[in-house]
């Protein structure tokens, strides 16, 4: 079964840093494009980020371009996010998703469960 | 930048029902949308793919029109299971709209 699972998240505090990695499981994780979406609490969703197979091509959004930086590595089945100068307005639950059929066209057709991450003194 | 706006943004009816969900964008976006299913404390559910494409075991009640820059999403007799927030989403640029949250009347 096709399976993204999201860690890393947590109590971090203005400032500091966090690293959330999506271990992939059930398919050719190197075949696939990448995404991170989070959700605020109570709000909608949010595309973060986006990395192709080979890690040539890597999109963020401007929200959090030059802080968080999107990375996979295909020999381990897993997709990391680093985040750093975190602010309050980055505390949401963050989720993995895969590009269906390795298309940005085709919308994201597997997601994980997500990981909470909370930006609080 | 492309802005995506849904409406209505909350939706209440019953079972049964037939409802249309509509999402406008500022500019063309050809057939490059989709929409997803959310439930409170649950990821995203892909529903359609390019406007009109219905992904995978969802249901064929279900269902997507338009092009450019008007869409819709159409539930054609909703189920008890389909209470649920409904984003649509730009993916080339993977924009997402505010959300429609559909409950029960």
């Not at chain 1, 401007?62 to 990391?80: K, Y």
């Not at chain 1, 298309?103 to 991450?117: A, K």
Request: charged content about 20%; glycine content about 8%.
């Amino acid at each position: 079964e096709v399976h993204l699972v999201e860690s890393g998240g947590g109590l971090v505090k203005p400032g500091g840093s966090l690293r959330l990695s999506c271990a992939a499981s059930g398919f050719t994780f190197s075949s696939y494009s990448m995404n991170w979406v989070r959700q605020a609490p109570g709000k909608g969703l949010e595309w973060v980020a986006s990395i192709s197979t080979s890690s040539t091509y890597i999109y963020y959004a401007d929200s959090v371009r030059r802080r968080f930086t999107i990375s996979r590595d295909n020999a381990e089945n897993s997709l990391h996010l680093q985040m750093n100068s975190l602010r309050a307005e980055d505390t949401a639950v963050y989720y993995c998703a895969r590009d269906k059929d390795n298309s940005r066209e085709r919308g994201m057709d597997v997601w994980g469960q997500g990981t909470t991450v909370t930006v609080s003194s | 930048d492309i802005q995506l706006t849904q409406s209505p943004s909350f939706l209440s009816a019953s079972v049964g029902d037939r409802v249309t969900i509509t999402c406008r964008a500022s500019q063309g976006l050809s057939s490059s949308l989709a929409w997803y299913q959310q439930k409170p404390g649950k990821a995203p559910k892909l529903l359609i793919y390019t406007a009109s494409t219905l992904q995978s075991g969802v249901p064929s009640r279900f269902s997507g029109s338009g092009s450019g820059t008007e869409f819709t999403l159409t539930i054609s007799s909703l189920q008890p299971e389909d209470f649920a927030t409904y984003y649509c989403q730009h993916l080339n640029r993977v924009t997402f709209g505010q959300g429609t949250r559909l409950e029960i009347k």
